[in-house]
C-alpha cells in the first residue's frame, strides 16, 4: 500500500480487490495512517472502519476539513460524500477513479470527473440547498 500512495498508482478498485476491502485492512498493519497520507491530523482508517466500518465523516469531525485540505484539489466535502450510506471506501470508489487522479488533486479524465459526480451527487444536492 505504500507503493501506492508513493507513486505506483492503481485503480481503487484494484487496492481493494484483494484482502483489503475495507481501509481498516489496508491501515490495520504496519502501514502509514491516513493522518499520513493525507497529511491531515486526524484518527487511522483503520480506527475509523473498524469494527462497524464507520464513514469518513468520522474522521473529519470537528472541523468539517474538506475534500480541498485533504486532497490538495478543488472539489467538495468529504461530509458530502460519505454522509449517505456509503459502508467502505472500496464501495466508494471501486471502479472509479485512479488514486494518481485522486492524489494529484487533479481530476484529469472527463470519466473520473463524471463519477465523482455520480457518487456525490445527492449530497452535493443538499449540501449547496443547506448552505
Keep these: 500500500m505504500?507503493?501506492?500512495f508513493e507513486g505506483d498508482y492503481r485503480t481503487m478498485?484494484?487496492?481493494f480487490e484483494g484482502d483489503y476491502r475495507t481501509m481498516a485492512g489496508v491501515f490495520e498493519g504496519d502501514y502509514r495512517?491516513?493522518?499520513a497520507v493525507f497529511k491531515?491530523?486526524?484518527?487511522?482508517?483503520a480506527a475509523v472502519f473498524e469494527g462497524d466500518h464507520r464513514t469518513m465523516v468520522a474522521v473529519f469531525k470537528g472541523d468539517q476539513r474538506t475534500m480541498d485540505a485533504v486532497f490538495e484539489g478543488d472539489y467538495r466535502?468529504?461530509?458530502?460524500?460519505f454522509e449517505g450510506n456509503y459502508r467502505t471506501i472500496a464501495a466508494v470508489f471501486e471502479e472509479y477513479m485512479t488514486l494518481a487522479v485522486?492524489?494529484?488533486g487533479e481530476y484529469k479524465t472527463k470519466a473520473g470527473?463524471?463519477?465523482l459526480k455520480v457518487i456525490t451527487g445527492p449530497w452535493l444536492q443538499s449540501l449547496?440547498?443547506?448552505?
Design 40 to 45: 491531515v491530523e486526524y484518527k487511522t482508517m
Design 102 to 104: 485522486v492524489f494529484e
Design 13 to 15: 478498485a484494484g487496492v
Design 33 to 35: 495512517t491516513m493522518a
Design 113 to 115: 470527473l463524471q463519477s
Design 2 to 4: 505504500t507503493a501506492v
Design 128 to 131: 449547496k440547498e443547506n448552505t
Design 77 to 81: 466535502t468529504m461530509v458530502a460524500v
